[in-house]
T-cell receptor, first 116, second 109 residues
Framework: NAGVTQTPKFQVLKTGQSMTLQCAQD?????MYWYRQDPGMGLRLIYY???????DKGEVPNGYNVSRLNKREFSLRLESAAPSQTSVYFC???????????????FGNGTRLTVT | KNEVEQSPQNLTAQEGEFITINCSYS?????LHWLQQHPGGGIVSLFM???GKKKHGRLIATINIQEKHSSLHITASHPRDSAVYIC???????????FGTGTRLTIIP
């Protein structure tokens, strides 16, 4: 049982390049999330999908797009990367429908992204 | 927006010591989460609670809703407990999680 799988683990981009972070969960969870973690700051929600077929903006959505491809997969796309998007990105899932407040979150191992 | 503060920011202790990590928040909540982030970066959910106390092995989480405060206790601490412990609160109304910046715990053998 893999849980939440994120790829890639590391990525270096030049300013203006695009990339997609992939996330898949095998727990049949309804909700999936993308967070970013920056030094000295708490995890911040970028986008979330409360159920298959829906996506909503979180706290810091600018510069990102998401796709809930099916119940298992939730991808995060950077169309034109900027140095301010250098961060560690975490995908998470939870069984409940919604913002994840009432069920434990299950996290992927993170993607360390550097934009130069 | 709810402000979440954790203390201490860093904590170093000897193996076997009783550990307490604190979390305070500014606005009423519907639930509070404690998470553990391993040195390798992975994050694991430890507890979710809205009142009282929960225990899992050597870990105990308590919450005082009136005082807007939660504590995470570790009994008989071990070097493998070394990690960053993160508190997150669910806000009434929008139910989105607000995360603290974490407490870095180091247990010395």
């Amino acid at each position: 049982n893999a849980g939440v799988t994120q790829t890639p683990k590391f990525q270096v981009l030049k300013t203006g390049q695009s990339m997609t972070l992939q996330c898949a969960q095998d727990m049949n969870h309804n909700s999936m999330y993308w967070y970013r973690q920056d030094p000295g700051m708490g995890l911040r929600l970028i986008y979330y999908s409360a159920s298959e077929g829906t996506t909503d903006k979180g706290e810091v959505p600018n510069g990102y797009n998401v796709s809930r491809l099916n119940k298992r997969e939730f991808s995060l796309r950077l169309e034109s990367a900027a140095p301010s998007q250098t961060s560690v990105y975490f995908c998470a899932s939870s069984p409940s429908r919604g913002t994840g407040s009432y069920s434990p979150l299950h996290f992927g191992n993170g993607t360390r992204l550097t934009v130069t | 927006k709810n402000e979440v503060e954790q203390s201490p920011q860093n904590l170093t202790a000897q193996e076997g010591e009783f550990i307490t990590i604190n979390c305070s928040y500014s606005v009423g909540i519907s639930a509070l989460h404690w998470l553990q982030q391993h040195p390798g970066g992975g994050i694991v959910s430890l507890f979710m609670l809205s009142s009282g106390k929960k225990k899992h092995g050597r870990l105990i989480a308590t919450i005082n809703i009136q005082e807007k405060h939660s504590s995470l206790h570790i009994t008989a601490s071990h070097p493998r407990d070394s990690a960053v412990y993160i508190c997150a609160v669910s806000n009434f109304g929008n139910e989105k999680l607000t995360f603290g910046t974490g407490t870095r715990l180091t247990i010395i053998p």
